[in-house]
């Protein structure tokens, strides 16, 4: 299995960008997928998930702000990162694990990633 996390780079506060995640998942809608992120010395932490049911949750630091979204079609998951500030870079990581999971903790999912560095600058 394969995560291929990709769309990163700089941004300017109040810019926009879109992350994509391609995975080589045969039953991909079965899949719950998530977007975790990880800031310079500090942990990696739960950012937006999209569920196998097709349910979306959110970390209240990106609500309103960020929204996930996937095309079964294309094996592809996406995060469009709108208004976005400074703390919000970080290496982004896709994740995904089949079937549902509530999705909010690192230890649920079974696949992870390699990131994409967001920047943010003011």
């Known amino acids: 299995v394969q995560l291929q996390a990709s769309g990163g780079g700089l941004v300017q506060v109040g810019g926009s960008v879109r992350l994509s995640c391609l995975a080589s998942?045969?039953?991909?809608?079965?899949?719950?997928m998530g977007w975790f992120r990880q800031a310079p010395g500090k942990e990696r932490e739960f950012v937006a998930i999209?569920?196998?049911?097709?349910?979306?949750y959110y970390a209240d630091s990106v609500k309103g702000r960020f929204t996930i979204s996937r095309d079964n079609a294309k094996n592809t998951v996406y995060l469009q990162m709108n208004s976005p500030k400074p703390e919000d870079t970080a290496v982004y990581y896709c994740a995904a694990v089949p079937g549902y999971r509530v999705g909010h903790r690192r230890d649920e999912y079974d696949y992870w990633g390699q990131g994409t560095l967001v920047t943010v600058s003011s």
């Open positions: 999209s569920r196998s049911d097709g349910s979306t």
């Open positions: 998942l045969r039953t991909f809608r079965s899949y719950t």
